[in-house]
Antibody, heavy 120, light 107 residues
């Protein structure tokens, strides 16, 4: 399976960050997987954002929940993230990823990541 | 919420040496712990899951061990390409998905 993030690399403060992850070589419509978003501020560690099941059921990081919308489109084999009211603290490389039951429900596949900078 | 603490923060070793990386959980995570390697400029890669199971394609020099609160990733004989940051991650009580802060391996 391959995952690829897409979206703008620059977002203005207070606006909404929108990213899409396209999955190829595998189906989003799978009971064996969850689909996740993880971010990494420059020079820092990994932060979990959210993960979703193909049904659309989603778990989100409580610190982001009020600003976050996650959607799953099985017909297009894509899942998406929208983060509103962004600030400089949201500047990070955003990864989409797959969680698999065959790897103990750990993250066995990652996209290459997309750097999103929040700046005017 | 479970906290994962990795040590040391940075490890500097020579090729052929043995590397020992530690991850300690603030409460038991059973064996639901994974290790990831992140090389410079790349996405993380799963090395070990469920404490000791090697992911597909991972060389045998990578070994995970531990249970409960104390876990170890051992690289038996370092190769130059092993440089990067290593993260542990638990899924015992998820959500949330929690990562350690990472250990930087320099060779």
């Amino acid at each position: 399976v391959q995952l690829e993030e897409s979206g703008p690399g620059l977002v203005k403060p207070s606006e909404t960050l929108s990213l899409t992850c396209t999955v190829s070589g595998g189906s989003l419509n799978s009971s064996s997987h969850y689909w996740a978003w993880i971010r990494q501020p420059p020079g820092k560690g990994l932060d979990w954002i959210a993960f979703s099941f193909y049904s659309g059921s989603t778990n989100t990081n409580p610190s982001l929940k009020s600003r976050l919308t996650i959607s799953v489109d099985t017909s297009r084999n894509q899942f998406s993230l929208r983060l509103s009211s962004v600030t400089a603290a949201d500047t990070a490389t955003y990864y989409c990823a797959r969680i698999s039951d065959s790897s103990g429900y750990h993250i066995d596949s990652w996209g290459q990541g997309i750097l999103v900078t929040v700046s005017s | 919420e479970i906290v994962l603490t990795q040590s040391p923060a940075t490890l500097s070793l020579s090729p052929g040496e043995r590397a020992t990386l530690s991850c300690r959980a603030s409460q038991s995570v059973s064996d639901f712990l994974a290790w990831y390697q992140q090389k410079p400029g790349q996405a993380p890669r799963l090395l070990i899951y469920d404490s000791s199971k090697r992911a597909t394609g991972i060389p045998a020099r990578f070994t995970g061990s531990g249970s409960g609160t104390d876990f170890t990733l051992t690289i038996s004989s370092l190769e130059p390409e092993d440089i990067g940051v290593y993260y542990c991650q638990q899924r015992s009580n998820w959500p949330p998905i929690i990562f350690g802060q990472g250990t930087r391996l320099e060779i």
